[in-house]
C-alpha cells in the first residue's frame, strides 16, 4: 500500500508556496519602485560620437560632456542639457561668454575673438569655411584642422621710399611716394597672394617706374597731377585682382642729385632774370607809349599844353620862394625868379 502522507503536511507545503510568491512579488514591486524613484532623480544623456553637451544647473554652467552614456542628478536643481554637433566646428549659443568663463572648457574650447574694424577668415583643413564678423566666438577643439585670420579692413598706409628712377631724358631721380589703401576682399586679399602689404608695395615701385619713366624731367616736375592721377590709374587696376581698393596715392618728395640740383638751381635763376629783365623793358616800353600819347594829345590842344605847364610850375613853385609873371608869351620864357 502506498505510504499515506503525514497529517497537516499538504497544508504547510502550500502556505510555503504561498509566501514566496507574496515575497517575489514584494520583490518585483520594490525593484519598480527603485526604477521609478532613479528614473525622477537621474537624467540619462547619450552623446554621439560627433557631438558635445552643454549642462546647465539653475540657469549656470557646468561643464562639457564628451561622447558617450551620462547619467546626471536631477533632484533638486534644474538641469538643462543642451547637445550640439561638434562636426560644425564653431560653437553657436547664447550663453557662450558663460561657457568659456569655466575653466575647465579651455581642453575642449578654443576661445577666438575678432577686434572691431576687422574680419576673421575661418578655416578649416585648408579650406574656407565662414567670414566672422567683429565679436567673440569658440571653436572646437581636436574636431578639424582649424585657423582664423584676421584681416584689417580700416584705411591703412604704405610709405614707398627711395625709389630711384631714370626719366627719360637719362636723368637719375629719387621719388618718396604713399599709398591709402584698405582691404574690400579679405579673403582674396589673403588667399591669391602671401602678403598683401607686401605685393601693394611692389605694385607701387613697378607703377612709379612705368609712368617717371616715360617722362622727361621737365614734364615730370610741371605735370605732378597728371602723373598722380595716371599712377592711381595703373595701381587701382592691379591692386583690385587682389582685393585692394586704392583711397589716395601721391609722390611727396622728388630728390635730384647734387649736380643735377646746381643746374636746375641755374637754370632757375637764368630763367627768373630773364622774366624780370624781359618786365622792365615790357613796364619802359609801355612808359614810353604813354608819353608818346601824351605829347600827342598836347601837341594837338595847345590850351590843355598851358595847362599841363602851370602844374609844372605848382609843384616847382612848392619847394621854394618863387614869383611867376604869367605874358604873352610862353610861360617858360616869362619865369622870373625874385630873391
Request: proline residues 3%.
Amino acid at each position: 500500500m502506498p505510504a499515506l502522507p503525514a497529517p497537516g503536511g499538504a497544508g504547510r507545503a502550500a502556505r510555503t508556496a504561498s509566501c514566496g510568491a507574496r515575497s517575489r512579488r514584494r520583490g518585483v514591486e520594490s525593484s519598480v519602485v527603485r526604477e521609478e524613484v532613479f528614473v525622477v532623480i537621474l537624467r540619462r544623456v547619450k552623446v554621439l560620437e560627433h557631438e558635445r553637451a552643454l549642462v546647465f544647473r539653475d540657469s549656470a554652467f557646468e561643464g562639457v560632456l564628451q561622447p558617450g552614456v551620462h547619467a546626471l542628478w536631477t533632484a533638486l536643481r534644474e538641469v538643462r542639457v543642451d547637445v550640439v554637433d561638434a562636426r560644425a566646428l564653431l560653437v553657436e549659443h547664447e550663453l557662450l561668454a558663460a561657457v568659456l568663463a569655466l575653466p575647465g572648457t579651455a581642453a575642449l574650447l578654443e576661445p577666438i575673438s575678432v577686434e572691431t574694424g576687422h574680419v576673421g577668415l575661418l578655416f578649416r583643413d585648408g579650406g574656407h569655411e565662414a567670414t566672422l564678423a567683429p565679436g567673440g566666438y569658440a571653436l572646437w577643439k581636436g574636431v578639424a584642422r582649424a585657423a582664423v585670420v584676421p584681416v584689417d579692413q580700416r584705411e591703412l598706409m604704405v610709405d614707398v621710399p627711395g625709389q630711384e628712377i631714370m626719366t627719360a631724358d637719362k636723368v637719375t631721380l629719387r621719388l618718396n611716394a604713399v599709398v591709402i589703401y584698405k582691404v574690400v576682399d579679405a579673403l582674396r586679399a589673403v588667399t591669391t597672394v602671401e602678403d598683401h602689404r607686401v605685393a601693394l608695395y611692389r605694385e607701387a615701385q613697378l607703377a612709379l617706374r612705368a609712368v617717371v619713366g616715360a617722362r622727361t624731367l621737365e614734364a615730370l616736375l610741371g605735370e605732378k597731377e597728371a602723373v598722380g592721377r595716371e599712377l592711381d590709374a595703373a595701381l587701382r587696376e592691379r591692386l583690385s585682382a587682389i582685393g585692394l581698393e586704392v583711397v589716395s596715392l601721391g609722390i611727396r618728395d622728388v630728390i635730384l642729385p647734387g649736380e643735377m640740383k646746381e643746374l636746375m638751381n641755374k637754370v632757375i635763376e637764368a630763367q627768373k632774370a630773364a622774366e624780370a629783365a624781359l618786365i622792365t623793358r615790357r613796364e619802359a616800353t609801355a612808359a614810353m607809349r604813354s608819353q608818346a600819347n601824351t605829347a600827342r594829345i598836347l601837341e594837338q590842344n595847345p590850351t590843355l599844353m598851358r595847362l599841363r605847364e602851370i602844374e609844372a610850375l605848382e609843384r616847382v613853385a612848392e619847394k621854394g620862394r618863387l614869383s611867376v609873371v604869367v605874358g604873352e608869351g610862353g610861360l617858360a620864357g616869362r619865369v622870373v625868379k625874385v630873391v
